[in-house]
């Protein structure tokens, strides 16, 4: 497997669940924070639910319950309201 980014990890995981055996290659030195979060949306939550990582997904993360696009004062330009999806 090529690249440790979400994609790679995730594909692993899932590999690795059905019984492969898995070697990731990463080409940076060091897998660290990079200062961002990542939103992650419900279909991919779906995946991440299959692979029995919600929960610790869910312990660690913090849920949005609407998403705000905002001129540079904060003012919102337009809001979209996520608490439908919230399970
Ligand atoms: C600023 C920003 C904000 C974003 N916010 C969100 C968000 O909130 N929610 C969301 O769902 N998506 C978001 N995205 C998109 C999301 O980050 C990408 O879709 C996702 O990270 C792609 O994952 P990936 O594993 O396919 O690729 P990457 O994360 O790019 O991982 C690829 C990995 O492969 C490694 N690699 C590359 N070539 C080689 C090689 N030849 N040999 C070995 N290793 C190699 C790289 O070093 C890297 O670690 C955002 C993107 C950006 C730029």
């Known amino acids: ?5 979400i994609g790679g ?4 995981i899932a590999l690795e669940q059905k019984g492969f055996k898995i070697r990731i ?13 990542i939103i ?4 991919a939550m779906q995946v991440y639910e299959r692979l029995g990582l919600r929960k610790v997904i869910e312990e660690n993360g913090n849920p949005i319950s609407i998403l705000k ?5 904060l003012k919102p330009l337009s809001k979209i309201d ?5 399970i």
């Open 1 to 5: 497997m090529i690249g440790a980014g």
């Open 9 to 12: 990890l995730t594909t692993a």
């Open 25 to 37: 290659f990463e080409q940076a030195e060091q897998l660290k924070p990079v200062g961002a979060g």
């Open 40 to 43: 992650l949306a419900n279909n």
């Open 69 to 73: 696009i905002t001129k540079p004062n």
């Open 82 to 86: 996520l608490s439908y999806f919230m």
